[in-house]
């Protein structure tokens, strides 16, 4: 069965640093591009990174400099490494990949910054 499955979340400082996980199961994510997006309370989802198959990387302006997408090929991984969190970072995550016209979501995974 095809699937992904985020992990890494959880209530952090503001200032303060997480590392979500994409871990893949079914397909190779290298020969796709793999998005996160994040969804906070009462608003839409919203697009936070992608990294195509090249490893070519993009960011929503709001997390630029602050948000570092990666992919481990021999892992099947795509990390989304999150520094000096914000408290509007709070929201759930989630990765996403297109294969054959067909689209997953991992399950979502909350990240909360508060102090």
């Known amino acids: 069965q095809s699937q992904l499955v985020e992990s890494g979340g959880g209530l952090v400082q503001p200032g303060g640093s997480l590392r979500l996980s994409c871990a893949a199961s079914?397909?190779?994510?290298?020969?796709?591009?793999i998005g996160w997006f994040r969804q906070a309370p009462g608003k839409e989802r919203e697009f936070v990174a992608l990294?195509?198959?090249?490893?070519?990387?993009n960011y929503a302006d709001s997390v630029k400099g602050r948000f570092t997408i990666s992919r481990d090929n021999a892992k099947n991984t795509v990390y989304l490494q999150m520094n000096s969190l914000k408290p509007e970072d709070t929201a759930v995550y989630y990765c996403?990949?297109?294969?054959?016209?067909?689209?997953?979501w991992g399950q979502g995974i909350q990240v909360t910054v508060s102090s």
């Open positions: 079914g397909f190779r994510l290298n020969y796709y591009d």
């Open positions: 990294i195509t198959s090249g490893s070519v990387t």
């Open positions: 996403f990949v297109r294969v054959a016209s067909r689209d997953y």
